[in-house]
């Protein structure tokens, strides 16, 4: 786990926390190394960072003032979280059904277009840095009720597909719950 993932989900919290502070600067890079015992299942740390991350995603969203923007911020945000999970880790079907969605969401942002908006960055109000990857596709208005029902319905079929790997593997059930909460907690975004 790279101190660069633990950073943004320290400071994505602190800025929820807090509207307004000081920027801290960072120390240099320190590489982490979770040691988990044999016969277990994840990390309580990575998983509690993987919750509060997808929490973040919401909230970051939540702030973005132009809502036609709202449903592919969601998907840039959950694609930005599956690359923080490392590759061949025990959450390596999370990283996937994350990717998968972010894809989905993506995929149906692009063909309900509104033609006359042009892509934008989003960026947090109290903290300009901390901002989208990409620029986002905005959905026309027009088509915003459709759009996020759509929307709703693939994260259902995401929470779905992680429920059911749960019930398959009773070490990593709770953890899985738990991640499909937090995915699914999303859905307020797309209820306004």
């Given at each position: 786990?790279?101190?660069?993932?633990?950073s943004?989900c320290?400071?994505?919290s602190?800025?929820?926390?807090?509207?307004a502070g000081?920027?801290l600067?960072?120390?240099?890079?320190?590489?982490y190394t979770v040691?988990?015992p044999?016969?277990?299942?994840?990390?309580a740390?990575f998983?509690?960072?993987?919750v509060?991350?997808?929490?973040?995603?919401k909230?970051?969203c939540?702030d973005?003032d132009?809502?036609?923007?709202r449903v592919?911020?969601?998907a840039?945000?959950?694609?930005s979280v599956s690359?923080?999970?490392?590759?061949?880790?025990d959450?390596?079907?999370?990283?996937?059904?994350l990717?998968?969605?972010?894809?989905?969401?993506?995929r149906?942002?692009r063909?309900?277009?509104d033609?006359?908006q042009?892509?934008a960055?989003a960026?947090?109000?109290?903290s300009p840095?901390?901002r989208?990857?990409?620029?986002?596709?905005p959905i026309n208005?027009a088509?915003?009720?459709?759009?996020n029902q759509?929307?709703?319905a693939?994260?259902d079929?995401?929470?779905?597909?992680?429920?059911?790997?749960?019930?398959?593997?009773?070490?990593?059930r709770?953890?899985?719950?738990?991640i499909a909460?937090?995915?699914?907690?999303?859905k307020?975004?797309?209820?306004?």
């Open positions: 786990m790279t101190q660069s993932f633990l943004r320290a400071a994505a602190a800025v929820m926390a807090l509207t000081p920027v600067a960072q120390s240099a890079p320190v590489l040691i988990v044999a016969g277990e299942f994840g990390s740390a998983l509690r960072q993987l509060t991350s997808l929490s973040a995603a909230a970051f939540a973005i132009a809502a036609e923007y592919d911020c969601l840039e945000r959950l694609e690359t923080e999970i490392p590759e061949d880790s959450y390596e079907e999370v990283r996937q059904v990717r998968d969605t972010a894809r989905d969401i993506h149906l942002t063909k309900n277009r033609w006359k042009g892509n960055y960026s947090r109000k109290a840095s901390d989208t990857t990409r620029p986002l596709t208005p088509r915003a009720a459709q759009v759509q929307a709703s693939i994260l079929q995401a929470q779905t597909v992680l429920l059911r790997s749960a019930e398959a593997a009773e070490e990593r709770s953890q899985y719950v738990q909460e937090a995915l699914g907690s999303n307020v975004l797309l209820r306004s």
